[in-house]
């Protein structure tokens, strides 16, 4: 049958009459003299899986903490469901909180663990059994029901951690760093049940990561914070494709930026003189800039070409010295020094088994892209 659902029901935010489950308003939380959150305002849909992104110190879990209750903000407001919750203490919040250490009872079954929420609330023992069934079903657990967490893998005790706080039906689930315990072969197949599980439930999750790789295989959007701002809100592709400052596309992947002064400013091309890129560079689109203006142009690895024979061209083409190559199975990494200096980074996906470019170390090769492949950035 044919997907009937529209692409405002999927995508809400783009959709001006739907209103956000989570709301986010002006918050700022002080520690002190220390500003660890500053002015966030932030809108959050039904059904989203929506991912901080940010590293250490950037204000994300204290973020998360806040919408749980843990943290009161020392300005600003929070809403859940059209609700006031900033005075609101967590237990009285439709939300549950799954924490990177998963904080499992190490004397209690699989069982008992998971059942352990609903029994402190009063819950029969038959009803949170038969509930705890479908939980354990949902998670792939069910052979484990009878082991206590030291006879578990740890991506079977981050399984028992998210079916403890899926358990009691919380209208939103907050998970702080959730996969960091676990390898990457694991954090990677763990990433798709935690979709999968999320779509099936249709609850609402934020999860707090530090990684740009996690962040973009399981959010519905991203919003990527820095030193307690919230500096950018999108979805995956826009976030890396359209960054909005050399902040954001160097922390989301891996990207070449080079610094540019405006010599041409046409309605549809601008032109950039680069002595980092020891060439003009040719954007084939207007810009909001002014002549002289000093701008900066991103372009991601794999958008870079290397070739051993001059592509022509009197843009976007600059020779260089290939200096390291990384061979990772499925693509290559090649770090070449331009002629003018700058170190970039060029990445080949290996279709073939057999490189016929062959291309090595020490090589002379010429780094091409086209006038669409980069982005160009006011700051």
């Known amino acids: 049958m044919p997907d009937t659902q529209t692409a405002a029901a999927r995508r809400p935010w783009l959709d001006p009459t739907a209103q956000p489950f989570v709301r986010i308003l002006n918050v700022t939380k002080k520690f002190g003299d220390f500003t660890a959150v500053w002015n966030v305002s932030l809108d959050i849909w039904k059904g989203e899986l929506f991912g901080l992104l940010g590293g250490s110190g950037s204000g994300k879990s204290t973020l998360l903490r806040m919408i749980a209750g843990f943290e009161t903000p020392t300005a600003g407001r929070i809403e859940i469901d059209g609700q006031d919750m900033t005075a609101v203490p967590p237990y009285e919040r439709p939300t549950n909180m799954m924490f990177q250490s998963y904080a499992l009872f190490p004397h209690m079954t699989v069982e008992r663990n998971v059942a352990y929420g609903l029994l402190r609330e009063g819950k029969s023992r038959a009803e949170a059994m038969e509930r705890v069934a479908e939980m354990l079903k949902l998670v792939q657990l069910t052979p484990f029901a009878g082991r206590r967490p030291h006879q578990l893998s740890g991506g079977q005790r981050q399984r028992v951690a998210l079916a403890r706080a899926l358990i009691k039906r919380p209208k939103l689930l907050l998970l702080d760093e959730p996969l960091g315990a676990l390898d990457k072969k694991l954090r990677e197949e763990t990433q798709f049940e935690l979709v999968k599980i999320q779509e099936t439930l249709g609850i609402t999750f934020i999860v707090v990561t530090h990684d740009q790789e996690e962040a973009m295989t399981l959010s519905s959007r991203i919003g990527v914070m820095n030193e307690g701002e919230i500096v950018q809100v999108g979805e995956p592709n826009e976030v890396y494709e359209f960054p909005h400052s050399r902040f954001v596309a160097d922390f989301v992947g891996s990207v070449n930026i080079f610094e540019g002064r405006v010599i041409e400013d046409e309605p ?38 290397l070739s051993r024979t001059d592509p022509g061209g009197a843009f976007n083409r600059v020779p ?11 693509l290559s990494i090649f770090r070449v020094r331009l002629d003018s200096g700058k170190m970039v980074r060029a990445t080949r996906a290996n279709v073939a088994r057999v490189d016929e470019e062959a291309t090595s170390w020490g090589d002379r090769v010429w780094v091409s892209w086209t006038d669409t492949a980069g982005v160009v950035l006011p700051r």
């Open 268 to 305: 549809d091309y601008i032109r950039l003189a680069s002595a980092e890129a020891g060439c003009d560079i040719h954007v084939g689109h207007g810009v909001a800039c002014a002549l002289n203006q000093t701008l900066w142009y991103a372009v991601r690895p794999e958008k870079l070409r």
């Open 320 to 330: 260089g010295v290939v200096d390291e190559i990384a061979y990772l199975g499925n």
